[in-house]
C-alpha cells in the first residue's frame, strides 16, 4: 500500500494523562480512513499532532514516505494536510471569503487579490457541489454551511490530506448523507481523508479502513467491509455493547409539564413556536421529532427561561412558571441539558468541580456562611466522575476546556440528572458521545423515569427518539403535527409526520 501519512509509534503526555501511547496509523493514498475510540481515547490529541498544534514526546511522523517535524500548522500546511476542527475557528463577522484568505494574507505579509480570491472560491464550490457563496457573512449561514466552508478554507491552500474531527456530530441527518457525498468527491479528486466518528452506521457508510484506539493505546486496524459495526465497538470498548434500549413499561402519574398553547419568536423575531400544547406526565419520558429547526430551540428556550414567550402558559406542577427567571425555574427542579454545551452548558476557564456546581454553588452544603466550601465541593466532584466515567486528566481540577468533547458532554449529563429534577429538558443528551457512554446515558434517563420524573428529550436521532421516549411528539415549522405512542410507530410514519403530515392523512394522499 502506498501511505500519504505514517503516524509511527507516537506518544504524547499531558500532566496526569497519557493522551497518546505509543499510536499508530497509516493513511492510504485515496482512502477514508476512520479513526474510533471512546471520549478522551486520544483521537483529537493526536489529529493535532499532526497538523502540528502539538508536539510529540516520541514516534515519528512520515509524509509521502519522507520523515517530517510538524512544527505549527503552517508546517502542516506546506505538506498539504488540512484539518476541520471538532469545534471550529471561524470569525463570525466575517465572510466567507474573508475567512477562508485569513492567516494566508498575514503569513505571507502581501496583499491578497480578494476578487481573485472570491472568483477560485466559487470555483472549487462548484468543482465540490459545496454551495457556498463567497460573500456570505459566517454569521448568516447554518452550521452545515460554516463547515463547507471549513472544507473550502482547506481546499483553497491545496490540501491533500484531509482531517475531519468528528464532523457529523453537528449535522442534521440530511447534512450528514451531504457531506458523505462530499467526501467521496474528495477521495474521486485524489484526496485521502481520516474521519473521527462515534456512529459506527457513518463508518460502514463511507470509510475504507478503520484505525481503532482504546485509552490511549493502539487496538488494531481493521477493514470496514470485512469487519461488523458490533466488533467494532467492541474492540474499541474492550466489552460487549448492547445496541438496543431495554426498558419496562413506564408507570406515568399526574402531568409534571403542561405547555399551553405556547408561542415564541426565533432569533428573527418571526413566530418560531406557534400554539404549541403537550403534557409530559411524571414517569414518562416524552420525545420530541422533528428536523432541526422547526420549533425546538424556541421550545427549549421558553421552558427553561432564556427566552420571553409570546403567549401561551407553563404550567409546572399546576403552577405557572413562565414569568420566572432561569434561576427560579432551577430552583423549582427544572433541570436542562444544552445541545451547545460550550456557550451554555459550561464555562470553559474553570476547573470539572466548578462546572459541577455552576447552579448550587451558593447552597449548603457547598457553601457555609458564603464561603466556598471546597472539600464538599471536591468530594461531589469525585463521585460524578466516579458515577458517569469521566474521564479527566487532573480529576476535578481539570479545566474544562482541557477536556475532549465527549467528556465535556459528560460533564454537563452528570450535573443535570444527579440534581434529581422533577423535570429534565434534555436536548441532544447524546452528542458526540461514544457507544458506551450513550449506552449509560440512556441507562441513567431511564432510571430518572422510572424513579417518577418527568422527562423531555429533544433529539435529531430518530433510534434514540423511538427507542428512548414513550410518547413521540412531532414537531413541523413550529407546530405540533401530532402525538404517537413510541411502541405502536415507527420511523417511517415519524420520518413522514416531521414532514408536516398528519397521522392517517398519508393514507388518504396516497389512495389519491
Ligand atoms: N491541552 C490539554 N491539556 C491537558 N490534557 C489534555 C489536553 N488535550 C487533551 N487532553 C487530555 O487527553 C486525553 C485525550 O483527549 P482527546 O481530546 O484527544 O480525546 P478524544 O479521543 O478526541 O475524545 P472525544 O471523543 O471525547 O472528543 C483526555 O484525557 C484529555 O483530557
Ligand atoms: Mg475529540
Redesign the pocket.
Known amino acids: 500500500m502506498e501511505y500519504v501519512v505514517e503516524m509511527l509509534k507516537i506518544r504524547?503526555e499531558?500532566?496526569?494523562?497519557?493522551?497518546?501511547d505509543d499510536i499508530t496509523l497509516q493513511l492510504a493514498k485515496g482512502e477514508i480512513h476512520a479513526l474510533l475510540?471512546?471520549?478522551?481515547?486520544?483521537?483529537?490529541?493526536?489529529?493535532?499532532i499532526l497538523f502540528g498544534l502539538?508536539q510529540p514526546d516520541r514516534g515519528t511522523i512520515k509524509i509521502r514516505g519522507k520523515e517530517e517535524k510538524i512544527a505549527n500548522p503552517n508546517v502542516a500546511n506546506d505538506l498539504k494536510i488540512g484539518m476541520v476542527h471538532?469545534h471550529f475557528k471561524l470569525v463570525h463577522n466575517f465572510t466567507v471569503t474573508e475567512n477562508i484568505i485569513l492567516g494566508i494574507e498575514q503569513k505571507k505579509g502581501i496583499v491578497v487579490d480578494r476578487k481573485g480570491a472570491s472568483k477560485k472560491i466559487k470555483e472549487l464550490s462548484v468543482q465540490y457541489g459545496l454551495n457556498v457563496e463567497p460573500d456570505s457573512l459566517i454569521s448568516n449561514i447554518s452550521v452545515g454551511m460554516q463547515q463547507r466552508v471549513e472544507i473550502l478554507k482547506m481546499l483553497y491552500r491545496d490540501a491533500e490530506v484531509l482531517i475531519f474531527?468528528?464532523p457529523t456530530a453537528v449535522l442534521t441527518p440530511q447534512e450528514v448523507q451531504e457531506l458523505m457525498r462530499i467526501m467521496k468527491d474528495l477521495i474521486k479528486e485524489g484526496k485521502s481523508i481520516i474521519l473521527?466518528t462515534?456512529k459506527l452506521k457513518e463508518i460502514k457508510a463511507v470509510a475504507d479502513r478503520c484505525t481503532i484506539?482504546r485509552r490511549?493505546q493502539y487496538v488494531g486496524t481493521v477493514d470496514v467491509k470485512e469487519t461488523s459495526t458490533e466488533k467494532m465497538a467492541e474492540m474499541m470498548v474492550g466489552r460487549k455493547i448492547s445496541f438496543g434500549i431495554e426498558k419496562k413499561e413506564a408507570t406515568p402519574g399526574e402531568n409534571a409539564l403542561e405547555i399551553r398553547n405556547l408561542s415564541v419568536k426565533n432569533k428573527v423575531g418571526v413566530m418560531g413556536l406557534k400554539e404549541f400544547s403537550l403534557d409530559v406526565k411524571c414517569g414518562e419520558i416524552v420525545g420530541i421529532a422533528g428536523v432541526d429547526g422547526n420549533g425546538q430551540g424556541e421550545l427549549a428556550s421558553a421552558l427553561i427561561g432564556l427566552q420571553k414567550s409570546e403567549s401561551g402558559e407553563i404550567f409546572l406542577r399546576n403552577k405557572e412558571i413562565s414569568g420566572l427567571s432561569i434561576r427560579e425555574r432551577i430552583e423549582n427542579r427544572v433541570s436542562h441539558i444544552s445541545d451547545d454545551r460550550q456557550k451554555y452548558g459550561l464555562i470553559l476557564e474553570y476547573t470539572l468541580d466548578e462546572n459541577l456546581i455552576l447552579k448550587k454553588y451558593y447552597r449548603e452544603p457547598y457553601s457555609i456562611k458564603g464561603m466556598l466550601n471546597y472539600d464538599e465541593i471536591h468530594r461531589y466532584g469525585e463521585k460524578i466522575i466516579e458515577d458517569f466515567d469521566i474521564?479527566?486528566?487532573?480529576g476535578g481540577e481539570?479545566?474544562v476546556?482541557?477536556?475532549?468533547?465527549?467528556?465535556?458532554?459528560k460533564l454537563v449529563v452528570g450535573r443535570e440528572i444527579d440534581s434529581n429534577p422533577d423535570l429534565l429538558i434534555a436536548v441532544q443528551p447524546t452528542r458526540?458521545?461514544?457507544v458506551g457512554a450513550i449506552e449509560y446515558i440512556h441507562k441513567r434517563l431511564i432510571e430518572q423515569r422510572d424513579k417518577g420524573r418527568a422527562v423531555l428529550m429533544i433529539s435529531l436521532e430518530l433510534d434514540e427518539i423511538l427507542g428512548l421516549s414513550d410518547r413521540v411528539a412531532v414537531i413541523n415549522n413550529g407546530e405540533l403535527v401530532g402525538i404517537v405512542n413510541a411502541k405502536e410507530t415507527n420511523e417511517a410514519e415519524i420520518g413522514l409526520m416531521m414532514t408536516g403530515i398528519k397521522r392517517g392523512e398519508a393514507d388518504e394522499d396516497q389512495i389519491q
Do not use: W
Open positions: 504524547k499531558f500532566p496526569g494523562v497519557v493522551a497518546c475510540g471512546e471520549n478522551g481515547a486520544g483521537k483529537s490529541t493526536l489529529m493535532s502539538y471538532q474531527d468528528e473521527i462515534h484506539i490511549g474521564r479527566a486528566g487532573r481539570t479545566t476546556r482541557s477536556m475532549s468533547g465527549g467528556n465535556q458532554q458526540g458521545l461514544d
